[in-house]
């Protein structure tokens, strides 16, 4: 299970409206949108993909062992053992390289959204220009610089916590897809008492949690 990590943002309303959905969720897929023409899977096939790989020369992975075995399981590939499903899948996803230098969605929200899934939890409230949402393991830094290119002139506030009460949590503006007045809790190895203490208090707030229920 990932940790969930809580966010919220103030902004005006109608910077919080283009990232709620007629449901009135926030919705990444509004905020910043996948551009490839091919996104209706509804999951992605692992040989559809290393055959995408293949043909879109995509680097190997940065870890020794994981490049070695890549390496060896590309070198075996026959494209001729995908199915038919994969190998539609597969030209999708070269179309979408090719439109936009991404596979698929999931790629794209890892590299650009900052989050492999999408919002959830949410309560948006346009006309307050607030919302709240939560994604998994990190702040969503990605999606929000996104909106900020869209809305230039308007500042965003974004305070943050992780479930890990006291690491993983902060806050920080945007402007014109800028990051500034930032402030980020280091490590949690690297805090003394004092900042240990700072940033718990910091972060049970932002998770409206009580103290006395997180010690029990």
Same mark, same amino acid.
Not at 102 to 114: C, D, K, P, T
């Given at each position: 299970?990932?940790?969930?990590?809580?966010?919220?943002?103030?902004?005006?309303?109608?910077?919080?409206?283009?990232?709620?959905?007629?449901?009135?969720?926030?919705?990444?897929?509004?905020?910043?949108?996948?551009?490839?023409?091919?996104?209706?899977?509804?999951?992605?096939?692992?040989?559809?993909?290393?055959?995408?790989?293949?043909?879109?020369?995509?680097?190997?992975?940065?870890?020794?062992?994981?490049?070695?075995?890549?390496?060896?399981?590309?070198?075996?590939?026959?494209?001729?053992?995908?199915? @038919? !499903?994969?190998?539609?899948?597969?030209?999708? +996803?070269? #179309?979408?390289? =090719? /439109?936009?230098?991404?596979?698929?969605?999931? &790629?794209?929200?890892?590299?650009?959204?900052?989050?492999?899934?999408?919002?959830?939890?949410?309560?948006?409230?346009?006309?307050?220009?607030?919302?709240?949402?939560?994604?998994?393991?990190?702040?969503?830094?990605?999606?929000?610089?996104?909106?900020?290119?869209?809305?230039?002139?308007?500042?965003?506030?974004?305070?943050?916590?992780?479930?890990?009460?006291?690491?993983?949590?902060?806050?920080?503006?945007?402007?014109?897809?800028?990051?500034?007045? @930032? !402030?980020?809790?280091?490590?949690?190895?690297? +805090?003394? #008492?004092?900042? =240990? /203490?700072?940033?718990?208090?910091?972060?049970? &707030?932002?998770?409206?949690?009580?103290?006395?229920?997180?010690?029990?």
């Amino acid at each position: 299970m990932p940790n969930w990590v809580t966010i919220h943002v103030k902004a005006p309303k109608y910077v919080i409206g283009a990232m709620t959905n007629s449901e009135g969720s926030i919705d990444f897929r509004l905020a910043a949108p996948f551009p490839g023409p091919n996104d209706e899977w509804s999951g992605i096939i692992g040989d559809a993909e290393q055959a995408a790989e293949i043909i879109c020369a995509k680097p190997l992975s940065n870890h020794p062992l994981l490049s070695a075995m890549q390496a060896a399981s590309r070198s075996a590939f026959d494209i001729r053992t995908l199915s @038919d !499903e994969s190998f539609r899948q597969f030209v999708g +996803m070269v #179309e979408n390289y =090719r /439109a936009c230098g991404y596979l698929h969605s999931m &790629e794209f929200a890892r590299e650009v959204w900052g989050a492999k899934w999408n919002a959830c939890e949410s309560q948006s409230h346009p006309e307050e220009g607030s919302a709240r949402f939560d994604t998994a393991w990190a702040c969503p830094t990605g999606v929000l610089v996104e909106v900020s290119k869209r809305f230039p002139d308007d500042v965003i506030e974004v305070i943050f916590a992780d479930e890990d009460i006291g690491s993983n949590c902060g806050k920080f503006k945007l402007k014109a897809g800028e990051v500034f007045d @930032d !402030e980020v809790s280091p490590g949690w190895s690297e +805090m003394d #008492e004092e900042q =240990r /203490a700072k940033w718990s208090a910091f972060a049970l &707030e932002v998770k409206g949690w009580d103290q006395e229920e997180e010690d029990a």
